[in-house]
């Protein structure tokens, strides 16, 4: 059935800008949980990446590696597909807000101090992509569909 909060949570009137937006950034952000959940791509793992985050106070360290990398890697791989995309990318969005303000914004603004610039980027995006939803070439738009054709 077509509710109004299925329209609020799938529909989007974002074109093919959405999808440039989703894929790519879907990819970093599954890598980046892939390398806290399974050591991919030269990460540390659910252990080394919960040690080392409840040395920085974020505690207890394995459950927020788990959190962090399931956000990261789920709603990145949702983001790639377009599915349920406003939660995905809300979910992102406060992780690399937990990620700016507990780890980089101390060292300031640049990449190269290890600064903020590049969590505050995919923040940007994944805000947007929140805000806008999943565009063209989606699966939230065959959902929708799908739940417009059901009515009954």
Known sequence: MNTPFSKALLASRGGYAALVLRVPVGLILAAHGAQKLFGWFGGYGLEGTG???????????????????????FGGLALVAGLLTRPAALVTAFTMLVA???????????????GYEYALSLFAVTLALAIQGAGKLALDNVILARTAGSKG
């Open 100 to 114: 700016i303000f507990s780890v980089h914004i101390g060292n300031g603004l640049f990449m190269s101090n290890n």
């Open 51 to 73: 040690q080392w985050l409840a040395s920085i106070g974020l505690a207890p360290g394995y459950l927020m590696a788990l959190l962090a990398g399931g956000a990261e890697f």
